[in-house]
């Protein structure tokens, strides 16, 4: 299984960024698919996670602001990144589960992209 995030970059406060992530290796489309964030010295945290269903949570800091989906025919899933602001620097990890209790429990997931850098300046 592979998952390989990429579309990261740096970005001024205020602007955009779409982040996608190529599955490899799994039956993508019943797969439970999340992003996450680390951003320098601090825990990993959720971001967005999008069911087999197209059933989407996100975290309350970028509830408004980004947006998850999901092509199964392309086994991609994507994370649209708008009104970009410097907090939301970070590493973004993209990653699957299978039935979840929890999807925005990171512990959960089993499979991890390498993630891709995120840098929003002020």
């Known amino acids: 299984v592979q998952l390989q995030a990429y579309g990261g970059g740096l970005v001024q406060a205020g602007g955009s960024l779409r982040l996608s992530c190529a599955a490899s290796?799994?039956?993508?489309?019943?797969?439970?698919m999340g992003w996450f964030r680390q951003a320098p010295g601090k825990d990993r945290e959720f971001v967005s996670t999008?069911?087999?269903?197209?059933?989407?949570n996100h975290a309350d800091s970028v509830e408004g602001r980004f947006t998850i989906s999901r092509d199964n025919a392309k086994n991609t899933v994507y994370l649209q990144l708008n009104s970009l602001k410097p907090e939301d620097t970070a590493v973004y990890y993209c990653?699957?589960?299978?039935?979840?209790?929890?999807?925005?429990?990171?512990?959960?997931?089993?499979?991890w992209g390498q993630g891709t850098l995120v840098t929003v300046s002020s």
């Open positions: 990653a699957a589960a299978f039935g979840p209790s929890n999807p925005m429990d990171g512990n959960l997931y089993v499979y």
């Open positions: 290796g799994l039956p993508f489309s019943v797969y439970v």
């Open positions: 999008i069911s087999a269903r197209d059933r989407i």
